[in-house]
Structure formats: C-alpha cells, structure tokens
C-alpha cells in the first residue's frame, strides 16, 4: 500500500503579507508615534515640573513657619528673609531665566532680582526688595523656573510659576490670589505699588495644585 506523505499547513496555499503591506503598516505605526510620543513627552516632563513645583511649595511653607517659631516678626518680613530656611545648592546672579506666562525673563543680579539653585534642577528667585507692606491683604512673592534657564518665548510649557505668601502664611498662585491682593515691589518696604489687576492671572500649563 501507498503510504501519503503527511501536508504540513505551511504547504497550504496560504501567503504571508506582501512587502507593499507591511510598509503600509509600518507608515500607519509611524504616523500613530508621530501625534503619541511628544505627547506622552510632555505629559511626562509636565509632571516632574508639576511635581518639583509642588516641592517648592512645600519648601517655602515650612521656611515660613520656620521664620515666624524663631521669634521674627512677619509682618515685617522681606523675600529674602526667607532664605536661611530654603534648601538650595548655590546662589546665582548671572543666569537669565524665564519669567511666569505673558512676560519674558529675568536676569539673575540685575537690580534686586536674586536666584537660587535648587536641588530639584530649577531656580527660586524673587525681588529682595520684596515685602509685606500696608495693605489687606498683602503678599510676598517667589517664583520657580523648572527649567532653570530663558525658553525664549513669552509663553508656554517652559514658563515659570509664581508663588504668594500671605501674611497668615497662606500660599498659593497667581491664578489664585485673593481680589485685593497687594503685592509690594517698592524699596521701602512700606507702600503696596502692585495691586491684583497688574498681576497675570495663570499659572503655566504644566501646573497644577492636584
């Protein structure tokens, strides 16, 4: 008797994908990366932003509370009162860095204007002439570049985000401040020149107190 050889599925009629279909699929994943991975980009390096900004946050509360338990009057308190409490690496007066969404930057060293260098890669800096003043309520403000350097644009996801203490020790953002808001940029330490109309209302994309 004949024996018959065995069919093995692969000797079947059956064909894998042509060399034109499997450049259309790879077109289709390379046009899907295209849109899904700076998205994926962003949302990653927003989220360290978010969560290095929430650290500062946290920095300038305790150093606050510090302040006041070391006998200090605050109400009398200027930006750079602060800093014997901040946890930073070096103090800069050189660099240029972004400032918060609608303006361009600031350089470190000019005028009044002081940085520090933060553990976590990005620059705390203030006006040192900066200080709770006559008013209610009155704030003293901080800001946080993540990035530690100017983006070159006016806006965006580089942009810096600015802090308020209130004299109650209350902190929050531009986007948040109370309508009455005074913020002092004066030299004397007195008078209250900015009230909560000149000061931006947004905080950047990346930011978020969720």
């Known amino acids: ?85 901040l946890n930073y690496t070096k103090l800069d007066l050189t660099s240029q860095v972004d400032s918060v969404n609608g303006e361009t930057s600031w350089t470190c060293g000019v005028g009044t204007r002081t940085c520090y260098h933060l553990h976590n890669g990005g620059v705390l800096y203030y006006w040192a002439r900066d200080g709770f003043c006559n008013g209610t309520p009155t704030a003293v403000s901080y800001t946080f570049d993540p990035e530690a350097g100017y983006s070159g644009v006016t806006t965006g996801s580089g942009k810096a985000v600015r802090f308020y203490i209130y004299v109650n020790g209350r902190l929050t953002t531009e986007a948040n401040l109370d309508a009455s808001t005074k913020w ?16 931006p209302t947004s905080d950047p994309s990346w930011f978020s107190w969720n």
């Open 1 to 85: 008797m004949r024996s018959r050889a065995a069919r093995s599925p692969l000797s079947s009629s059956q064909s894998g994908f042509s060399l034109a279909e499997l450049l259309v699929s790879l077109l289709i994943l390379a046009e899907i990366a295209t849109f899904t991975i700076p998205k994926i980009l962003t949302t990653q390096q927003n989220g360290r932003y978010n969560a290095a900004a929430k650290e500062v946050a946290a920095m300038l509360s305790g150093a606050y509370m510090s302040y006041q338990l070391s006998g200090n009057d605050a109400s009398t308190m200027r930006a750079g009162d602060l800093v014997p409490y």
């Open 184 to 199: 002092n940029v004066t030299t004397t330490g007195t008078a209250c020149s900015v009230t909560r109309s000149a000061i």
